[in-house]
């Protein structure tokens, strides 16, 4: 065996085992004993568990976390984020998205998605932390002429084309048209063709707040979700961030049309955007996955969080304490984002890529442990990864990440937060 993770217990399929984690050529082959390995990561005291995968978040702005707190989305939007992305170059880029690699390696997520822009930075980042990413170029077409909004179209699909599949398999390309109010018609039906005839994952924002609801339905005489059927929109290969407003006939839809849904409770909640109704969609068989949303309002990138979120808010909404339970919340954050993403991960189990969170379950907020899967949804948060393993490589070990350098890293970002931040201010 090139790796065995040790001495721990480990989550299952079918339950929680004492066992060892075997893993060769990037894949799990072994959950049981493992005599001989090269390289062998202490596991005592944990819970070896699928490495999390955040399905939506827009990592480089880790530069604006704290910048424009406690406001409704459409001026937090156009008041403060846009202005202050005017200012964005690829260096920029470059840096957050680091600095975001970071942080997620070290809450034990090995898998995010991200729509942005300057996506070939993006994807450096991507290649060089070992992590896996869903990539896309987030096109916005409103207020640009037709020429205009072809050329920010055909940026994200050129992106797309160019780096599908790079990093030894590690980056995939998604074509992702921003939202259907910052999208022209033509755009959104482009975007599903080419997506279909080249098979890419098609992602979106869709029915985050009330207003754009409202807006919609003025506008257009349907909701986002319904003009977007019309359109033709939906593919299999595909799937929306937040529907925090969709009703039941929306809901049927995207289940009828095996479209997945990026839940992202902390942000919605921040946001004021309203609570998604996560057991109305897991009871339409609709796939639900969990995504933080961007740094900058949410403000961390830490996966249990919202795994917990998500399953309070639920029971809250729903008066229901049974509504999305702890193992639910798990599959979510694990299994459920990675076949949204299209890797073949979120579990673990022979014959799956060996993506490994590994959490220490030693701490006193973990102690005592009636249940693992509990004191996994309801008591962990990131600090309490100890390692972190993409396709059988170990980026983190015992705290420490293997494949940034951390100071460097914080410090850039830092530096380059402080002059966005003073140039926006003027």
């Known amino acids: 065996m090139d790796l065995a993770v040790e001495d721990g217990v480990v989550l299952t399929p079918e339950g929680v085992v004492e066992a060892d984690v075997g893993v060769d050529d990037g894949v799990v082959r072994v959950v049981g004993d493992v005599e001989d390995a090269d390289q062998r990561l202490d596991a005592s005291g944990c819970v070896v568990t699928p490495g999390l995968v955040n399905s939506h978040t827009h990592a480089a702005m880790t530069l604006f976390r704290g910048y424009a707190d406690d406001m409704p989305l459409d001026t937090w939007l156009e008041e403060h984020i846009w202005p202050i992305e005017s200012g964005l170059d690829g260096d920029d880029v470059e840096k957050g998205t680091r600095l975001a690699a970071l942080e997620m390696i070290e809450g034990g997520t090995t898998c995010f998605a991200d729509m942005y822009f300057e996506m070939d930075r993006v994807a450096d980042v991507v290649e060089d932390s070992g992590m896996k990413a869903l990539l896309g170029y987030g096109a916005i077409t409103v207020g640009k002429d037709e020429d205009e909004a072809r050329e920010e179209f055909m940026q994200g699909v050129e992106f797309a084309r160019e780096h599908h599949g790079n990093a030894d398999g590690r980056v995939r390309a998604m074509v992702t048209p921003h939202a259907p109010y910052t999208c022209s018609t033509e755009v959104l039906e482009e975007a599903a063709k080419v997506a279909q005839d080249e098979g890419f994952v098609l992602h979106t924002h869709l ?129 459920n984002g990675s076949r949204a993403l299209g890797f073949d991960a979120g579990r673990v189990e022979e014959g799956r890529p060996a993506d490994l969170a590994v959490v220490d379950l030693e701490s006193a907020h973990l102690t005592p442990c009636h249940s693992v899967v509990s004191n996994l949804v309801y008591s962990a948060n990131a600090g309490d990864v100890r390692h972190t393993v993409v396709d059988g490589e170990v980026v983190m070990e015992d705290g420490r990440v293997e494949t940034l350098d951390a100071e460097a890293v914080k410090a850039e970002a830092e530096e380059a937060a402080v002059e966005l931040a003073e140039e926006a201010e003027g």
């Open 207 to 335: 029915s985050e707040t009330r207003e754009e609801v409202e807006d919609s339905v003025e506008e257009h005489g349907e909701t986002p979700a319904r003009r977007l059927d019309d359109l033709g929109f939906w593919r299999p290969e595909g799937y929306v961030a937040h529907g925090v407003h969709l009703d039941e006939d929306e809901l049927e839809l995207l289940a009828e049309n095996d479209v997945a849904v990026a839940h992202c409770p902390s942000a919605n909640a921040k946001l004021a955007s309203g609570i998604a109704p996560v057991a109305d969609a897991l009871d339409a068989d609709v796939d639900v996955c969990l995504g933080t949303d961007g740094p900058a309002s949410n403000n961390d990138l830490d996966l249990w969080e919202e795994a917990r979120l998500a399953a309070l808010l639920a029971k809250a909404r729903e008066f229901d304490a049974a509504a999305v339970p702890a193992e639910t919340a798990v599959e979510m954050a694990t299994e």
